[in-house]
């Protein structure tokens, strides 16, 4: 079992940034991908971004390319997503989450085995 500790969720305006840390620990997490999902109120769990443990793959969701990056410290077993030009939209509670898979055949919720206890982030316009 994975154990997983969110931080860095907060109240930012439109157009500000956050920072999400996911701390991991845990006999199996060691080569796991890890990745971050979120779920505004009345909607589905949805995939963000992930990234493998060698870095070698980075997968981000279309509505948040080329403004959130995800970023890993293997040493330190932590995740970080770096969210920029943030926009109301993307107002959620954040859930770090470790994958089943080193390399996830798809990333969706059935591919995940350890989830963390979430992080609000509400964007204001």
């Known amino acids: 079992q994975v154990e997983l500790v969110e931080s860095g969720g907060g109240l930012v305006q439109a157009g500000g940034s956050l920072r999400l840390s996911c701390a991991a620990s845990?006999?199996?997490?060691?080569?796991?991908?890890l990745g971050w999902f979120r779920q505004a109120p009345g909607k589905a769990r949805e995939f963000v971004a992930a990234?493998?443990?060698?870095?070698?793959?980075?997968t981000y969701a279309d509505s948040v390319k080329g403004r959130f990056s995800i970023s890993r410290d293997n040493i330190q077993n932590t995740v970080h997503l770096q969210m920029n030009s943030l926009k109301p939209d993307d107002t959620a509670v954040y859930y770090c989450?470790?994958?089943?898979?080193?390399?996830?055949?798809?990333?969706?919720?059935?591919?995940?085995?350890?989830w963390g206890q979430g992080t609000q982030v509400t964007v204001s316009s």
């Open positions: 989450a470790a994958f089943i898979m080193i390399y996830p055949s798809t990333y969706d919720t059935s591919s995940v085995g350890s």
């Open positions: 990234r493998t443990w060698s870095g070698d793959s980075t």
């Open positions: 845990g006999r199996t997490f060691s080569r796991n991908a």
